[in-house]
């Protein structure tokens, strides 16, 4: 898969995101929309296909990240923010991927153990 499409894909998630928040903020109650949400059947399973996608996205989060706190606050940041912070999490790892796919998908350290390991 092409780093340029992942990188549209993020850029263009962040921004629909943000509208769609601005939107929701400015124009909804969340109180009052999120019960009507989860009272319909339909709003219900997407809430939960949303958690279930989070949970996905953080065991990635969790891999590629080496140090458990910062995995852990991804996580939380992820559970709180959605896919607004999805977006920016691969942004991040794309820009310290600097052009390689199995750095982004991996990060630094699982690259480098399994280099060392493949050469021992």
Do not use: K
Request: with cysteine; hydrophobic share 50%.
């Amino acid at each position: 898969m092409n780093l340029r499409y992942i990188t549209a894909v993020a850029w263009f998630g962040l921004l629909a995101m943000s509208g769609a928040l601005c939107y929701a903020l400015a124009a909804g109650n969340f109180h009052t929309d999120g019960s009507r949400l989860l009272e319909n059947p339909w709003g219900f399973a997407t809430v939960v296909d949303v958690y279930v996608g989070f949970a996905l996205f953080s065991c990635w989060v969790v891999w590629r990240e080496t140090r458990v706190t910062r995995a852990v606050i991804w996580v939380v940041l992820i559970a709180l923010g959605g896919n607004l912070v999805s977006a920016i999490y691969v942004l991040i790892a794309l820009r310290s991927s600097r052009g390689s796919i199995t750095h982004f998908w991996h990060g630094s350290d699982h690259v480098f153990q399994s280099i060392q390991s493949r050469d021992h």
